[in-house]
């Protein structure tokens, strides 16, 4: 359960949870709902994090309010297996459910976002909602009021936040750093092709 105290533009975050606390120490990486934050102070029951004005724009962790629930994660370790996707905690920007529909082993829920978020999105391809690794398993394509969807089996609607989102929430989302790989080298070679660089 999180906590923030806003300090002129930027935050201090205290969150409660005992097991990913006990062991932290000041200076490593927690995922705070996707988002890579710093520990500054701990106790073996909290953590707080000093959050930058970026980190508040970029994200929604600006509109948390005591009591709320988060995903915590703590660094992924190199020496273990390696699921889902990879997630850097850099978060891109945010979405919105727009629609959740409840089938009986599983949720669809899905996620309307920014054209120059959605651009990122593939069928098929891999999204980090709040800090999850999940499949997408449709997109609209590229229209005004672009979504995607996620389908949520029962073990991450009750092992993350995602299982409690109500339609109207705002989530952190962060896109595969393949995809922004690619658009950036799409980018250059555009430039390129075009003579105007020196
Ligand atoms: C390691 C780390 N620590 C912090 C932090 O302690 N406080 C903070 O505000 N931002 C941190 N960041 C950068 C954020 O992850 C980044 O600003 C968001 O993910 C938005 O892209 C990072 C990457």
Redesign the pocket.
Known sequence: MARLEARGD?AVLTVAGPHTAVGVRAGD?V?VN???????GHTDEQMS???????????C?GQLVAGDEVNLEPAMRADGRFGGHVV?????GTAQLVRRADAEHWRVLRFGLAPELAQYVAMKGAVAVHGVSLTVSAVSGPVAEPWFEVSLIPTTLANTVLGSLATGDVV?I?TDVLARYAQNLADFAQYRTRGDHR
């Open positions: 930027s990486s995922c996707g988002v890579c934050l710093t520990v500054t994090f000093d959050i930058m004005a970026e980190t508040l724009e970029w994200t962790l850097q905690g850099h978060v891109d952190n962060e």
